[in-house]
């Protein structure tokens, strides 16, 4: 009968024989921990582009929400562009902010400490694109372009004088491109519509609004062409042939 042999160890069907089973153990738990590791890794990037996709999506068509509000003003769609390149939402879907403690928000890069309440007792919230395209275009009749001075386009600064004449009657509620020389010479006068904003030098628009026709009836009380009635009885209000010739004259 043969003896066995003593001090040798059985070989495993896997693995050495020196410790081999455990060897082989320890080896498929760390390449099961790799796996696992490396599936997080790969769910985690796909929830972060999924997350850049989602911020993405949300920022569409802000440019032409831009491009229409300010569509008489294209200094500030410059603007939006150079503050956020037309963006209320940062990569990972939150609220865009900049500057100092993310104290800017938004399309705008509005101020939150100094606006915040004041844009929310106007009815807007400048968390929203709304809210916060809207707050601008206040912020902007109320001051112009100076909250945005240092991404002001270089024309913005320094706009350069209308010219032409007048050759028609104009009235308030008409949209005309003589309203803009009418506004114009008007300023030049001393009697802008605005000091900042639509109406004002530099900003002139093609419609005949309530500040044109105050502006309007203020030359023409100064020049005694009308004080008093209205547009139908004494021409009040109304640009016309008398109200044209005399801010021809007035024009430098």
Not at 4 to 17: E, I, Q, S
Not at 108 to 119: G, L, T, V, W
Request: aromatic share 6%; hydrophobic share 45%.
């Amino acid at each position: 009968m043969a003896r066995p042999v003593l001090g040798r160890k059985r070989r495993g069907a896997v693995g050495r024989a020196d410790g081999g089973v455990t060897w082989t153990l320890g080896m498929r738990y760390h390449a099961r921990m790799k796996l696992k590791m490396t599936a997080f890794a790969v769910a985690l990037a796909l929830s972060a582009a999924g997350a850049a996709h989602a911020a993405e999506d949300k920022n569409m068509g802000i440019e032409a929400m831009v491009a229409a509000a300010f569509a008489e003003d294209p200094a500030m769609v410059a603007v939006a562009k150079c503050e956020s390149g037309y963006r209320q939402f940062a990569p990972d879907g939150t609220v865009l902010r900049g500057g100092p403690g993310g104290r800017y928000v938004g399309v705008f890069q509005i101020d939150e400490p100094i606006h915040a309440a004041k844009a929310a007792a106007a009815g807007h919230d400048i968390l929203t694109v709304t809210g916060n395209i809207g707050y601008a275009k206040e912020l902007f009749a109320a001051n112009g372009i100076a909250p945005w001075k240092g991404c002001a386009p270089a024309s913005a600064s320094a706009p350069a004088a209308l010219s032409g004449t007048l050759t028609i009657d104009l009235k308030a509620g008409m949209r005309h491109a003589q309203v803009r020389i009418l506004q114009a010479m008007l300023s030049e006068a001393g009697y802008p519509p605005a000091a900042a904003g639509p109406g004002s030098p530099g900003h002139e628009t093609d419609l005949f609004g309530p500040l044109t026709r105050e502006a309007v009836r203020k030359f023409q009380c100064a020049k005694k062409i009308a004080c008093d009635g209205d547009e139908a009885t004494t021409g009040y209000g109304r640009v016309g042939p008398r109200t044209r010739a005399a801010l021809a004259t007035a024009r430098p």
